[in-house]
């Protein structure tokens, strides 16, 4: 069973029945799911996932004024609620287990993750959220949010980077490509720098999965999800996830895969008007999707910078 479905579920059999009895007043002010830190929160775990962190648990998210008046008294009875369900026991321990299900006031549980009590509003704070954050911060799932407040956080998150920010990160993801895979990659394997080859192709797929969610308005996850992650979306995703798992194992075809995923993004920039290069180096597609900016000062940042 997935631990998201395994949370609702423990949820509806314990939580619903909890918040009517001894919080039937507050109920309408409570916002139920799980988002946040583990592989169970995305959908991507299994049964290696279950050694740690993980089992049934859901979080619950209170207003300030109401974390202050009951929050207390609503994580106790969370704790007492039984540990095993289906079979499946809660599993919090090792040296960096973390508070990941309870009770939590919205703005707190938000600024872990994104450093801010609110969702950003302008281009600095937005450019200084890591996509990984923001991933971790809108995934999961909302059982019950009557209240709203938790929804129109995350909806406001949701909505992606504003176009400048996208653009430049896009540019510089671009840049990043082309110069370790389509430039740097080659260069090591023919001076026999193997370890430098390495570095370089793995700095390619990053740079391209990173990508591929920018085109999706979408934000990549912690590496070790990323290329699972980006199969499932819509735009290259399913070709880039292929691809990248044959770049891995493909030592003797690498450099024409490099350029076959390099020519996909390079056709779907042109097409979404992101760029007018007729380069098929994704450097010179990087200038041309940062001169896109409608933001003077993001236009003159070296195209490499984020």
Known sequence: MKGLDLAERYYEAYGRPLLAKDFGSYQHRIAVGLVGEGS??????????????????????????DYAAFGAELQACYDALPSSFGGFERQVDGPHAGKRTGVFETKCFYRRFIHHEHVPSTLVEWRSLPETYLATATNGRVFSDPLGEFTAFREGLLAFYPEDVRLKKLAARCATAG??????????????????????????MEAVISLVYLLNKRYRPFYKWMHRGVKELPVLGEECYGLLAKLCGESMHRERIIEHISALIVAHLT????SDSESDFLMDHAHAVQARSEDEAYRSLPVMVE
């Open 40 to 65: 169970e929160c995305f959908g991507f775990d299994d049964e290696l996932s279950r050694d740690h962190d993980w089992g049934p648990g859901f979080c619950l998210w209170l207003t300030s004024d």
């Open 271 to 274: 097409v979404e008007g992101l």
């Open 179 to 204: 110069q370790a895979g389509q430039y740097n990659y080659k260069r090591s394997v023919a001076r026999g720098e193997t370890v430098a080859a390495h570095c370089a192709l793995s700095h390619f």
